[in-house]
């Protein structure tokens, strides 16, 4: 082949190698700007939760706001401005808009936002029971209360839920395990200490024991209250 016969091809591969490049710095740039939008909103927010410590609500909310503009899933805007609409501070009092805010949080693993869902799912146990169980399963201290009394009394605090959960002590104990393991953060760690882990056998409250203890250093990092 002469080398007249090869130069189309290598004339070919050069627009091939200059998109990879333009593609490559597009990709760069786009990075730097969302880690530039990132700074914005964490100052935002920075500034917001100054406001709203010293009960300057509506200072605080419009601060919320410009950060979601700037980031618009950073889940911890978007729990502060459903609070925000949840409890009127700051923001009219719109329930509404309170639960498409903390559903949006919750959806990226908002532990709050988890939390407070279950109250908007009254009606619905097996809703209720999910968020509940994901702010648990992150170690929030009073979801893993309510998970306790729930499997370990079978009660649905006077609502009238969609179904019935029925009791489960090895649940429940699971569950009593962590808040025990969780004890420097707890006030109430007395309260379930024998209830029911009483009502298992030795080999079912060693296997409660085990899938506590994994379950706690797995989650200790990021433990609510």
């Given at each position: 082949m002469s080398a007249s016969e090869q130069k189309p091809s290598t004339l070919a591969i050069a627009p091939?190698?200059?998109?990879?490049?333009?593609?490559?710095?597009?990709?760069?740039a786009r990075a730097r700007t969302d880690l530039r939008n990132r700074e914005e909103a964490e100052e935002w927010l920075r500034k917001g939760?100054?406001?709203?410590?010293?009960?300057?609500?509506e200072e605080a909310f419009k601060c919320f706001e410009q950060g979601i503009?700037?980031?618009?899933?950073?889940?911890?805007?978007?729990?502060?401005?459903?609070?925000?609409?949840?409890?009127?501070t700051g923001a009219g009092k719109l329930l509404a808009k309170a639960l498409s805010w903390y559903r949006m949080a919750a959806?990226?693993?908002?532990?709050?936002?988890?939390?407070l869902l279950v109250g908007f799912y009254d009606r619905s146990r097996v809703q209720a029971l999910a968020w509940l169980r994901m702010a648990a399963e992150q170690g929030y201290l009073m979801a893993q209360y309510s998970m306790c009394n729930i499997y370990g009394y079978g009660v649905n605090y006077g609502q009238s839920w969609d179904h019935d959960v029925p009791r489960d002590y090895m649940e429940a104990c699971f569950w009593r395990e962590l808040i025990i393991l969780d004890w420097k953060k707890c006030e109430m760690r007395g309260e379930y200490v024998n209830e029911f882990l009483a009502k298992l056998s030795p080999d079912e409250q060693g296997i409660v024991k085990v899938r506590a203890a994994e379950s706690f250093a797995s989650h200790q990092p990021g433990r609510r209250e």
């Open positions: 091939h190698g200059a998109l990879c490049l333009a593609g490559a710095n597009s990709l760069a939760l100054e406001f709203k410590e010293t009960s300057h609500s503009r700037v980031s618009p899933n950073d889940p911890e805007l978007q729990y502060q401005i459903g609070s925000a609409f949840h409890s009127g959806e990226q693993g908002h532990a709050d936002a988890q939390f």
